[in-house]
Structures are given as C-alpha cells and as structure tokens.
C-alpha cells in the first residue's frame, strides 16, 4: 500500500519576485530525518487515505505565493499563461467568483452601450466598480481569479464555501485554546494552521474530484501538498519576496505542524 513518504530531496524551485536575493542561497535547507519521519507519520494518519485515491501518474504543477506579496501576482499570471488549457484550482475567498462576474458583467455592459443594468451610472457607481477592481488587484488570489476570468479559463476552488466560519468556530474554542497552551503554543498563533488542515482535507477531496493541472495556493498549503502528493519539487514554483523566503527559511513551520496535527487527532481519533 503506497504511504506518505517525505523525499528528503524534496526542493522547489523558488522564484525571487524582486531580484534582491542573492541566488545562491535560494533554496530550503534539507529536511531533516527527524522531520520526514515524525511528518511523514503525522500526515499519513490524517491526509493518507485521500492521497491513495489519487491516480499514482496525478502530477500537477504547483504555484505557492504569500498572500502579502502582491509582487509575484504577475510571475503567476505569466506561469498560468503557458498552459492555456489547464484547469487551475485556486485558494480564494469562496464568493469571490459571484463578485467578479458581477464587476465583469458591468464594465462589459458599461463598454458596450454606456450602461449598468440598462440605467447609466452615476460617478459614485463608477468610482465603487473602479475601487472594487484596484482592490481585487492588489489580492494575489483575486487577482489571479479576475485574470483568468476575464481570459475564460478554467477554474476550481479548493477552499470550502464555510472557510469564514470554519476560521472563526476554531479562533474562538476556548477547549482548543486551552490544549494548545497545554502543548506550549499560543492559540492565536496556532488556530489558522489547525484549520488549515480541514480546509486541505478538502482540498484535496477537490483535487480527487477535477485533478486540476495547476494549484495556485498560498505556500504552506503548497509545501504540504507537494509532501502529500510524495513529490520532489520538480514541478513546484514558489513565489517568493524577500521577506517571505527569508520567512519560510527560517520557519519552525515543523513544529507548528506537529503541534497542529496532533492537536487534529486528539480532536478527531
């Protein structure tokens, strides 16, 4: 039975959004055997039936980005350009694509007859569409859906439509707030990981159901994937600033993991 198993030579290929980083250091440190071993056995428990339902030659390019860096938006967009018949799942607010239709559908109406909904607009209606639009822009996740909307390519989302609440319910469990203190972590720096790993069950019940060819998601989601998926990099791009490299670097993301985890199945046996 094929298992989780982490490649200790796992080693995306990073991308410097703003050439500031010096080359030669652009690249994660090995894991360690520690790492792979504890990790690998965390994720096999929780995430390891779904990756076995998953076609064995499934090998999708992967994009991960920090939300906060609205500089790798156009490295993205050029990265999804090359493959104009993929489908490509997203990490995006789950209404986002009911508000971009609707931003779409009214500048289309607007540029063909001067219209919005057969009424012409005042100047405030304009200036909301126009603030709407530089607002979705300057969103990595949205702005990649505007793009691919506006260029009518296929898209799927891997977030679930109850993410908000899911985000919230977990924030405020003072049960969980309590057992993470226990485990010597802050529930306010822990709680967006512990939901992070029901919003990737889903994910990857998304990608069981499509099996999209590109997934655009933020990074931590991205470097989990790839170890799910039992992949060496090969075919992963992360969008990365300066901050945000130096960020994943030197993360102890491994320990948050862990604590995380942990936390899941204690919760869910």
Same mark, same amino acid.
């Given at each position: ?14 991308? #410097? ?11 994660? +440190? ?6 792979? =071993? ?8 929780? %995430? ?26 156009? %490295? ?20 986002? +694509? ?40 300057? #969103?990595?996740?949205?702005? @990649?859906?505007?793009?691919?909307? =506006? ?38 720096? /822990? ?12 994910? /990857? ?19 989990? %994937? ?11 791009? %992360?969008?990365? #600033? ?5 960020? @994943? ?13 942990? @936390?899941?199945?204690?919760?869910? +046996?």
């Amino acid at each position: 039975m094929k298992k989780i198993k982490i490649s200790e030579n796992f080693q995306p290929n990073i991308i #410097d959004v703003e050439s500031l980083v010096d080359e030669d250091v652009m690249s994660l +440190p090995k894991f360690s055997l520690k790492f792979i =071993e504890i990790i690998g056995n965390i994720f096999e428990k929780i %995430y390891g039936d779904l990756m076995r339902e998953l076609p064995e030659d499934y090998n999708p390019i992967i994009i991960g980005y920090d939300h906060d860096g609205i500089n790798a938006l156009n %490295y993205n967009i050029n990265l999804v350009k090359q493959y104009p018949h993929a489908t490509i799942a997203l990490e995006t607010n789950p209404m986002a +694509p009911k508000w971009i239709s609707y931003l779409l559908r009214d500048e289309k109406e607007f540029k063909a007859k001067g219209t919005m909904e057969g009424e012409i607009p005042s100047p405030q209606r304009m200036e909301e569409l126009q603030k709407y639009r530089t607002e979705v822009e300057r #969103d990595h996740g949205q702005g @990649l859906l505007l793009w691919l909307m =506006e260029n009518n390519r296929n898209v799927v989302s891997i977030e679930h439509d109850d993410v908000t609440k899911w985000i919230k319910e977990d924030k405020n469990d003072d049960n969980l707030r309590k057992r993470s203190e226990s485990m010597g972590m802050s529930w306010n720096r /822990l709680s967006a990981w512990y939901t992070a790993i029901r919003r990737d069950l889903y994910g /990857l019940k998304v990608l069981l159901a499509s099996k999209p060819d590109i997934i655009c998601t933020g990074f931590y989601h991205a470097i989990k %994937y790839d170890l799910i998926l039992n992949r060496n990099g090969e075919r992963s791009f %992360y969008l990365l #600033d300066q901050i945000s490299f130096s960020s @994943l670097r030197h993360s102890d993301f491994g320990k948050i993991w862990k604590i995380a985890h942990n @936390l899941y199945l204690e919760e869910h +046996p």
